[in-house]
């Protein structure tokens, strides 16, 4: 593929990108997503119990509509990445990066085959065709394609990500928040000023290295906060907290219209609205 077609180029462009994570085991929620309009999906393994079916049903799934899925590993491990890719996924996500120098340069070479890293190579991979695919055309496409975003979660790894980055080669940055702002003594407080100065450093670091820098954002509002020139891309929600807050907003709005009298009836014994 040529061009601002994989999720990989798209995030080097003039369009701010927008994903979502997945947590539930039901592939439809990943093709809803997709259907909704959002740019990619996360489908993760870290939070959740999700088996390696579970993920590639996902992968289908997304890309039956066209839309990329990254997969979110449990740790920086060669089998997670490589199980991850072998599926099909556009990339992977990997928590807490940095914090152990060796599995980072460890993690950046199992996403690559090589002569760039040393991902471990089968033939009859989804990834790869099943067999029906030409094995050096594929090669070339993931070492070129593949998406490896990192999430920058420890302060250690904060502090010295301009040296990371100047050893590993990542194509795009997440940067935990929640974990940092703990870390720090100011649990969930983004706005606290020892958490903001800790993300423009992450922020300055990742602009020298021109690493494109996303965020995690719970709603549409907290979106202002990272909407700036230095951030490319935003990941929404979990499809679990997405579906638990629509309802309870649902709910709360249906209680408030019976209470405000819509609910007393009309003619013909049925409130207006309800049912067929």
């Not at 539930?24 to 909704?36: K, N, V, W």
């Not at 990445?81 to 599995?103: S, T, W, Y």
């Not at 100065?197 to 300055?204: G, M, N, S, T």
Request: hydrophobic share 45%; with cysteine; net charge neutral.
């Amino acid at each position: 593929m040529q061009g601002h077609t994989t999720l990989k180029s798209k995030l080097t462009g003039d369009v701010p990108l927008c994903g979502t994570f997945i947590f539930s085991s039901d592939p439809a929620t990943s093709e809803i997503a997709a259907r909704a309009g959002f740019d990619f999906v996360i489908v993760d393994r870290e939070h959740t119990s999700l088996s390696w079916r579970d993920v590639a049903a996902h992968v289908r799934a997304s890309d039956a509509v066209g839309v990329p899925s990254l997969v979110r590993v449990r740790r920086a491990d060669a089998d997670e990445i490589g199980h991850a890719l072998d599926v099909g996924a556009q990339g992977v996500v990997i928590p807490h990066f940095g914090l152990n120098r060796e599995a980072a340069a460890g993690s950046v070479a199992a996403a690559r085959y090589a002569p760039l890293g040393n991902r471990g190579t089968c033939t009859g991979i989804r990834a790869a065709g099943y067999g029906l695919d030409d094995f050096g055309a594929a090669v070339a496409r993931a070492n070129r394609d593949t998406l490896l975003m990192v999430q920058i979660e420890d302060v250690a790894a904060a502090s010295a990500l301009d040296a990371i980055l100047s050893q590993v080669s990542v194509d795009a940055i997440l940067p935990g928040l929640a974990d940092l702002s703990t870390a720090l003594g100011h649990p969930a407080a983004f706005a606290h000023p020892r958490v903001t100065a800790l993300v423009d450093r992450i922020l300055a670091d990742a602009a020298k290295h021109n690493v494109p820098v996303g965020f995690y954002v719970a709603n549409a509002q907290a979106l202002s906060r990272w909407s700036g020139g230095d951030v490319r891309f935003c990941v929404y929600g979990i499809d679990y907290k997405v579906l638990a807050e629509s309802y309870r907003e649902a709910r709360t709005a249906l209680d408030r219209q019976w209470k405000s009298g819509m609910g007393a009836g009309v003619p013909g014994g049925r409130p207006r609205g309800v049912g067929a």
